[in-house]
């Protein structure tokens, strides 16, 4: 399984209370449940102390780009070691 | 170069509008000294360019109230402003059209008045309605630009297919804490749909959990403008096929591919 670094940016630094992260994982689905399963739970106990009782994921409120590309533009996602994923917050305020 | 006082008096005198009258007199080198600081970045051509164009803003809020200010002072002919709110306490932080006195007064009837303080030659369209799939196409029909200065994933969606219908330039602003984003996108253009989310997706981002502070929505919304204002004039480069995200907590871009 390759190491991968992801990155929370933004928000989601202040949220999760990390900056940085190394993963070891098989592919961007599990990098996925990665994030989800380690850091879902601090964004549930924030969202919560601030009054907020929907349950909101991670992944699905950010833009994600692998060595600086969309992951949405992508056809296909494939990782390897040293890859760089940055986890970048959805925002919608106006 | 002409003051005020002498553009109304042309303008009454030929029974122009004093849009028409200020157009007039650029078209004849005579610059109005309300644009002279205009000139050295958008020239005779681009000020007469701004001052003949119509630019629709979605969402008269934090970001709205100030594009539409800015676009005012820049001289854009036609504004068409839309929003259905009405200004709240907790407006006044950040909504830089709202004041104590006008709590709960239209958001767009207050923008329009605040307008023709600024500039009464150009001509404001004060829509106090929300943007549904219905009317949107009717509401930026005659548009040139539509700004996005709105608060939901959805009703972004919505705009966005209007102005791909209607062949419009849509330029994108969102703002949640001490972070922001923007894109131009033009008709045709791919990629918008990932800045949104699915439908089935939330209908905010993090802006719900972080609020919006004052500065954050002034940058970007000047940001906004200056992209209207490149589109328009035809200078440099719009953003296109890319996202900006700033995060002023820690003072990174980055840009998104779309």
Same mark, same amino acid.
């Given at each position: 399984?390759?190491?991968? =670094? ?17 993963? =070891? ?70 | ?20 009258? @200020? ?54 002919? +036609? #504004? ?19 004041? @104590? ?24 369209? !004060? ?6 799939? +219905? ?9 040139? #630009? ?7 994933? !959805?009703? +972004? ?57 004052? !500065? ?10 200056? @992209? ?14 890319? #996202? ?15």
């Amino acid at each position: 399984m390759p190491e991968i =670094n992801i990155n929370f940016i933004g928000p989601w630094r202040v949220f999760l209370g990390t900056k940085s992260v190394t993963a =070891n994982v098989k592919g961007i689905d599990e990098a996925r449940d990665y994030v989800e399963s380690n850091y879902g739970p601090v964004y549930e106990k924030k969202l919560k102390s601030m009054g907020a009782f929907r349950k909101q994921s991670i992944w699905d409120n950010s833009n994600i780009l692998l060595n600086g590309t969309n992951i949405a533009t992508l056809e296909k996602v494939s990782l390897k070691k040293g890859d760089k994923l940055d986890v970048i917050p959805k925002v919608a305020g106006g | 170069m002409i003051d005020i006082k002498a553009v109304r008096a042309l303008a009454a005198q030929a029974a122009m509008s004093p849009l028409q009258a @200020e157009i007039y007199c650029l078209e004849n080198g005579v610059v109005p000294a309300r644009y002279l600081r205009n000139i050295g970045t958008v020239g005779i051509k681009g000020q007469i360019k701004l001052l003949s164009s119509t630019v629709a803003v979605c969402g008269v809020g934090g970001l709205g109230g100030t594009i539409v200010e800015l676009l005012a002072r820049q001289g854009v002919g +036609r #504004l068409i402003i839309i929003d259905k709110g009405r200004f709240v306490e907790n407006n006044l932080n950040r909504q830089i059209m709202a004041t @104590e006195a006008d709590l709960r007064r239209s958001k767009v009837k207050v923008a329009a008045q605040h307008v023709k303080k600024i500039n009464s030659a150009i001509s404001v369209t !004060a829509v106090n309605r929300t943007i549904d799939r +219905r009317n949107a196409g009717t509401l930026l029909k005659g548009a040139d #630009l539509v700004i996005d200065a709105l608060d939901s994933f !959805a009703t +972004r969606r919505i705009v966005a297919d209007a102005c791909r219908k209607l062949k419009i330039p849509f330029i994108h602003g969102a703002i949640a804490g001490l972070c922001g984003q923007l894109a131009t996108v033009f008709p045709g253009d791919k990629g918008f749909e990932s800045i949104c989310g699915s439908p089935a997706g939330s209908d905010c981002g993090l802006e719900s959990v972080t609020g919006n502070p004052p !500065a954050t929505p002034a940058v970007i919304a000047a940001w906004q403008v200056q @992209e209207a204002v490149k589109i328009i004039t035809g200078t440099g480069k719009p953003l296109r096929n890319r #996202l900006i995200f700033i995060d002023f907590s820690e003072d990174t871009f980055r840009e998104i591919n779309l």
